[in-house]
Every structure is written in structure tokens, then in C-alpha cells.
């Protein structure tokens, strides 16, 4: 009796089941795609502390959003240094990226829109007094956009090296300011104290600044490439104010008005939040235009 399946020819079987259309099945000796990941890191970091099944959520919402900041960092960083270098091509497509991650984190927050009260409540409590307030990477994003606070360093003290980032951070010029620095070497007249090095504090509205974007604005044959700079500027900031609003929006749904486990108003404190405006000249123009 033949015990061989038909058609298939003895030792097909094995051979079929040591490939799979050509791809590469043994990485004893080579790098695979969880080594190139880190994944064994990335995947054993989410430590939930309640028994309530809905906390993984709650972790990994915030890790990805944190890895997702980190990459914002890295662009923004890049762009920074494309503006001072007078190289705005690059710059705008990492700006156009950025803003396309904060629609992502928009996004996000449908996710964690799907955790109810109760489902919050039963893990608040092993949450400590830990908050998003707290994210180190958030707090330099906004930095580097320029909504800066010496203040809010306090918080990171507990981390020299964060500390240390977000003190330098507070006194590099930021995005913003690399741009009205550009306006300024493209001829435009800009206040001196405007451009006055080691600025600690928020943007506030200048107005030789929001002429010199109107004028802008206004000959765009002619400063085509600050215009689309401009343009760029002002598709991240809104987006930036959707993924601010959405975020808003999460906590209400969840946890109402309570405070934040950080100690802030909760939601109050981030309604407040959605009046800052990175980029002030730009906005305010569009009313002359």
C-alpha cells in the first residue's frame, strides 16, 4: 500500500515546510524584524498596576503617543536648523509631516474615547499623581514651538537629564522665531527687541512681525517660498489645536470635571489650553487680507 499523497513527491512536505514564497525563515545568525524593532523592549514595557482589564488601553494610548512626539521632536529639530540654513524645501515637507502625526494623535483619542467613567475609576486610583502634564517630550514640543515657561521645569527636576533638555530648549530660539529671523535676513523690517536672543517666555503678537507676513501675504510672486513657509505654519498649529481639542473633548467624556491627577483643573485646565496660539502674526493678518 502507498502511504505517499498524490502528486506530491517524496520530501515536498519538509521542503515546503522549511519555506514560505521565498522569504527567509532562520535568523539565528542575522538581524530579524523584532531585533531591528526592539520589540522585546517596546513590547514588555506596559506594567499595569490595577486588576481592571481596560488599563492596557490607558498605557499603550500614551506610550504611542509619546513615541509618535518623539518622532514630532526629531522633524521639528530638523526643521529648526533647515530654517536657519535658508533650506525651506526640506523643511516643508517635515513640517507637513508633523502636521499629518498630529492628525494621527487626533485620531488616537477615538480610541480612548471608548473607555467609559466606571472603566477610568477602577484604575485611577494606582495612577498615583502621574499626568500627562508631565510628559517631559510634550513640554519640549511645546517649546520648541514656542509656547515656553520656565516655570514648568520645576516638574522634571526629579530627571537631570530631561531638566537639562528642556532648560536649553527654553533658551533656543524656537521654530517660530527661526522663521521671523528669516523674514528679517530677507529684508523685512523686524523689531530689534523681536529678534533679541534667549526669549523665555510665549509668543506674543508683534506688530512688525504681522506686517512683515502681510506684506508677505500680500506679493506672494515674489516671497513664494516665506508664503508656503507661512502656509505650512499655520496647517501645524491647526492641527495642533484639533489634537488639543480632541484631547479636551476625551477627558469631559471620561472624567467630567474632575481634577487631573496631576493636580490641574482637568478639563478646565486644558480649555484654558486651547486659547494659546503658537504662531500669532499669522492668524491675526488673515482679517487685512
Given amino acids: 500500500m502507498n502511504d505517499k499523497p498524490s502528486g506530491c ?55 504611542t503617543s509619546e513615541l509618535w512626539i518623539k518622532l514630532m521632536l526629531h522633524e521639528l529639530q530638523a526643521v529648526r536648523q533647515n530654517i536657519r540654513g535658508n533650506n525651506l524645501p526640506p523643511a516643508f515637507k517635515m513640517l507637513a509631516r508633523v502636521a499629518r502625526i498630529m492628525d494621527q494623535l487626533v485620531h488616537a483619542w477615538d480610541v480612548l474615547a471608548t473607555m467609559t467613567p466606571p472603566e477610568y475609576t477602577a484604575i485611577r486610583p494606582y495612577l498615583g499623581a502621574s499626568s500627562g502634564f508631565q ?10 514651538l514656542g509656547n515656553k515657561n520656565p516655570n514648568l521645569l520645576k516638574v522634571h527636576e526629579k530627571s537631570p537629564e530631561s531638566h537639562a533638555i528642556l532648560e536649553r530648549e527654553l533658551h533656543a530660539p524656537s521654530v517660530y522665531d527661526e522663521a521671523v529671523m528669516l523674514l528679517a535676513r530677507s529684508g523685512f523690517p523686524v523689531a530689534p527687541q523681536r529678534l533679541a536672543p534667549g526669549r523665555t517666555g510665549p509668543t506674543v503678537l508683534d506688530d512688525s512681525v504681522k ?34 481639542f480632541r484631547h479636551v473633548s476625551t477627558v469631559e467624556r471620561i472624567i467630567g470635571f474632575k481634577t487631573g491627577t496631576g493636580g490641574t483643573e482637568g478639563a478646565s485646565y486644558l480649555r484654558k489650553m486651547l486659547d494659546v496660539v503658537l504662531f500669532p502674526e499669522l492668524f491675526a493678518l488673515r482679517t487685512e487680507l
Fill in 211 to 244: 506686517a512683515a507676513w502681510l506684506g508677505v501675504y500680500q506679493d506672494t510672486e515674489h516671497h513664494w517660498a516665506l508664503y508656503e513657509l507661512a502656509e505650512k505654519l499655520v496647517d501645524l498649529e491647526t492641527a495642533f489645536r484639533f489634537w488639543r
Fill in 9 to 63: 513527491p517524496m520530501g515536498a512536505g519538509a521542503k515546503a515546510g522549511a519555506e514560505w514564497h521565498g522569504a527567509q525563515l532562520d535568523f539565528k545568525e542575522s538581524m530579524s524584524y523584532g531585533d531591528y524593532l526592539g520589540l522585546d523592549r517596546i513590547l514588555s514595557a506596559q506594567h499595569p498596576l490595577s486588576p481592571n482589564h481596560n488599563e492596557m488601553l490607558f498605557i499603550i494610548q500614551h506610550q
Fill in 135 to 144: 510628559s517631559f517630550q510634550y513640554r519640549q514640543l511645546e517649546f520648541i
